[in-house]
Antibody, heavy 119, light 110 residues
Framework: QVQLQQSGPGLLKPSQTLSLTCAIS??????????WNWIRQSPSRGLEWLGR?????????AYAPSVKSRIVIKADTSKNQFSLQLSSVTPEDTAMYYC?????????WGQGTLVTVSS | QSVLTQPPSASGTPGQRVTISCSGS????????VNWHQQLPGTAPELLIY???QRPSGVPDRFSVSKSGTSASLAISGLQSEDEADYYC???????????FGGGTKLTVL
């Protein structure tokens, strides 16, 4: 079955770039029936969808308006994984970050990475 | 402030039936299917119900969903202690062009 394994640093300083990776097993990041999402969860904002990438003859990415100017989600086909980069982080970006497989439903989730932004 | 509205808490005794509501709008629940996720303490959300009322393998039929217009409800019958968790509704929003979630309902089994 599909499994997602997240990795990446958990502590950042303000203005740094958050970088997380989600390694896929049991599926292909290039599957034309999948979409690869990033979602975060915090007590103040609840569950918040950040964006997704997917392959349909070419690569597409879509982002939530709240982070659109700071986010990049991209696939690495050589490693069968996808990544999240969120630039210029502030303490408000402190949250548990999850990757998840779609398109619908969000059937499989990664284990989560707690990211703390603090000076 | 979450796009979908859920009550923050719900409770019941073992064996009881409880319901959790989820209210949205025409751009999300009104046009697209609703999914429900269960989150046990310290773990990632897990898919509980999808496509309005489909259960992944392993999810008992004690869990069911009803939907009408821009609202949906999750019903749990024969409540068990292991059902104590946070429950989230989710739907795709055609205007925001992304997933939207409820604020979550913490279910306590008394």
């Amino acid at each position: 079955q599909v499994q997602l394994q997240q990795s990446g640093p958990g502590l950042l300083k303000p203005s740094q770039t958050l970088s997380l990776t989600c390694a896929i097993s049991g599926d292909s990041v290039s599957s034309d029936s999948a979409a690869w999402n990033w979602i975060r969860q915090s007590p103040s904002r609840g569950l918040e969808w950040l964006g997704r990438t997917y392959y349909r003859s070419r690569w597409y990415s879509a982002y939530a308006p709240s982070v659109k100017s700071r986010i990049v989600i991209k696939a690495d086909t050589s490693k069968n994984q996808f990544s999240l980069q969120l630039s210029s982080v502030t303490p408000e970006d402190t949250a548990m970050y999850y990757c998840a497989r779609g398109p619908s439903p969000l059937r499989v989730w990664g284990q989560g990475t707690l990211v703390t932004v603090s000076s | 402030q979450s796009v979908l509205t859920q009550p923050p808490s719900a409770s019941g005794t073992p064996g009881q039936r409880v319901t959790i509501s989820c209210s949205g709008s025409t751009s999300n629940i009104g046009r697209n299917t609703v999914n429900w996720h269960q989150q046990l303490p310290g773990t990632a959300p897990e898919l509980l119900i999808y496509a309005d009322n489909q259960r992944p393998s392993g999810v008992p039929d004690r869990f069911s969903v009803s939907k009408s217009g821009t609202s949906a409800s999750l019903a749990i019958s024969g409540l068990q202690s292991e059902d104590e968790a946070d429950y989230y509704c989710a739907a795709w929003d055609d205007i925001l062009i992304g997933w939207v979630f409820g604020g979550g309902t913490k279910l306590t089994v008394l």
